[in-house]
């Protein structure tokens, strides 16, 4: 196994990095964020339509409707940007819930519906996986049945990532009268029967609950299609945890800075023992986020099993995401929490990331059973 990135993964990451250092300043995210008080979305368009410009949308879209052609290491590194710059854009909702799903599991005609605009900066996607009271999305309440050759949909979703901006949801949901499992079908937002409720959340991210009522949709996956679903799973985690990878990175690289220019008793407070153990922890922390999550993003381009390693990698990501930016901030002191400073944007996206399809516990409650399964 090979983790060193291709050149073409370096050059999407440097793009990346340049065009988010450029438009996602701390003035910049205040000003934005402010407009939030007045019920707006922490959604910068101007962004996102740079993102489409530069052909960062459709890296890891096939060329047949307008992408570049590339895996999902290549989406791993562009949401590791994402998170240094905890950038108003919803990459991991568009790209990887929604226009990945549909590129991997859909039939060329909704293929063509919905990638070419996901390229061009026109359309935003999400999925839902979460239901109320119900974290597993393999195990879903919300039913479909076929009327015709469409599809009804039954059912309520929470925390759909950018829901309210998205123009269509990929929902998992169990097929009626088909024991084989669940399914993965897209409903379009402005459809009959779909309502969305924006929520409250921990980072700011737009986020909304989804409730289905006789909504109307097309199936992306033919009976049996429990493999899709875990898959699905599987890629929402780990790019929760390449996001995880850069939130931390940059948390720890601010706590660098802040800790060799502060001063205390006349020499800088790096150089105290306990600041250096502190951060010497963290720096460990980011690595093993850093390596859990590429080793699964590695398997899930290779095209193999990674349901394990996905759950290793976002235990990694919530358990020690935590503490290193909880270290980032009380090395700061007073500082770590006055939300004039970037700081406290790093905590809350660690924060969100850490709950968000499964806290450290429920990962370890998963490989846990995985074992006990294994071991017989």
């Not at 307008?66 to 998170?83: K, W």
């Not at 949909?153 to 998992?172: H, N, R, S, T, Y």
Request: glycine share 10%.
């Amino acid at each position: 196994m090979d983790y060193s990135f291709t050149e073409e993964q370096e050059t999407v990451g440097k793009v990346a990095r340049q065009l988010f250092e450029h438009r996602c300043t701390p003035e910049r995210l205040t000003n934005l964020e402010s407009d939030l008080k007045a019920g707006g979305a922490r959604y910068d368009q101007a962004l996102w339509r740079e993102l489409a410009s530069s052909d960062l949308l459709g890296i890891a879209l096939p060329e047949s409707v307008g992408g570049s052609g590339g895996g999902f290491i290549d989406l791993g590194v562009l949401l590791a940007e994402v998170g240094w710059s905890v950038a108003p854009v919803p990459v991991y909702a568009t790209l990887v819930l929604g226009a990945d799903t549909i590129a991997r599991h859909g039939d060329s005609a909704i293929q063509q519906r919905y990638l070419p605009k996901v390229a061009d900066g026109s359309a935003l996607l999400t999925a839902a996986l979460a239901e109320p009271g119900n974290s597993d999305p393999t195990a879903p309440r919300t039913t479909a049945r076929a009327v015709g050759a469409a599809w009804i949909l039954d059912g309520a979703k929470e925390l759909v990532p950018a829901a309210q901006l998205a123009d269509a949801i990929v929902v998992v949901a169990r097929a009626q009268d088909e024991p084989a499992g669940p399914g993965l079908f897209v409903v379009d937002t402005p459809t009959d029967g779909v309502t969305v409720t924006p929520a409250s959340t921990t980072s700011g991210e737009p986020h909304a609950d989804v409730e289905l009522a006789g909504a109307a949709g097309h199936r992306l996956t033919g009976p049996g299609g429990a493999d899709a679903v875990g898959s699905l799973y599987a890629r929402a985690l780990v790019g929760l945890c390449a996001m995880q990878v850069g939130v931390a990175e940059r948390a720890l690289k601010i706590a660098a800075s802040y800790t060799s220019e502060r001063e205390q008793f006349g020499r800088p407070i790096g150089s105290f023992q306990a600041v250096q153990q502190r951060l010497a922890d963290a720096f460990i922390d980011v690595e093993a986020i850093r390596w859990t999550t590429w080793h699964a993003a590695w398997l899930i381009a290779e095209g193999r099993p990674a349901a394990r390693e996905a759950a290793i990698a976002k235990f990694w990501a919530a358990e020690a995401g935590a503490r290193v930016v909880a270290s980032a901030q009380q090395v700061h002191g007073g500082m770590g929490i006055d939300v004039t400073y970037p700081l406290h944007r790093y905590f809350l996206w660690a924060k969100q990331i850490e709950l968000s399809l499964g806290s450290a516990p429920q990962q370890l409650a998963r490989l846990g059973a995985a074992y006990q399964e294994g071991s017989q």
